[in-house]
């Protein structure tokens, strides 16, 4: 909600029961990520946000690529090794220095900006947090994954699901609340979903 102005904020009659600082904003799409009159004009080099699951693979056919499967989104996020919580290490500040985009202050009422930015960052921002040279891949917005959510990760489950993972966590995450910025962490959304804080990567088999 601290994201719209007070004209949008005004008309919206809806929230989430268990996280009422979300708001159905009408006519928010990647190209307006605030709905009607915001535009990213300023934020080009920003990861995209309000893609669902099905137009991000839709978008990764059609540039030749695939969305990475969990297990392989694990693996490029700890940068081949094993075990890391995160993709640099096991300390979230290594030596007091900021290494990706998360909620800093009391979630949610105040976000202190302690690593720079309020929302979303620049896909480039805090260097590469591995050794392969990955950017961003935790904190920031959300990645979805090719896979089907399945509660019990790692076991089978039978029939569909419509929801599907993502992985990586947010600029929204905080420890108090959402502490899924770590690489083993994960979450959900159904397929048709698209949010101010979940985008996506593509990967390509060699």
């Given amino acids: 909600e601290n994201m719209l102005p007070a004209r949008i904020k005004d008309e919206i009659t809806q929230r989430a029961a268990a996280a009422p600082w979300w708001l159905p904003v009408p006519d928010a799409t990647w190209r307006a990520p605030e709905g009607e009159g915001s535009n990213i004009l300023k934020r080009l080099n920003h990861p995209v946000v309000h893609v669902s699951w099905n137009d991000a693979q839709e978008f990764c056919k059609f540039i030749g690529g695939r969305l990475p499967n969990e297990i392989e989104w694990e693996r490029a996020a700890r940068g081949g090794k094993r075990g890391r919580m995160y993709p640099w290490g096991n300390k979230l500040m290594p030596r007091g220095k900021h290494r990706c ?77 959402c502490f899924r910025y770590r690489v083993a962490a994960r979450s959900h959304n159904s397929a048709d979903s698209a949010a101010s804080n979940l985008g996506f990567r593509c990967a390509r088999d060699l």
Avoid: L, R
């Fill in 101 to 177: 985009n998360i909620w800093h202050g009391d979630f949610p009422k105040k976000n202190t900006e302690d690593d720079g930015y309020m929302w979303s960052a620049p896909i480039d921002a805090f260097g590469p947090q591995n050794k392969y040279g990955f950017y961003n891949i935790v904190g920031n917005v959300w990645e979805w994954v090719e896979d089907d959510w399945i509660p019990n990760h790692g076991k089978k489950q039978q029939g569909m699901t419509y929801d599907k993972c993502k992985k990586g966590g947010s600029y929204m995450c905080h420890k108090s609340y």
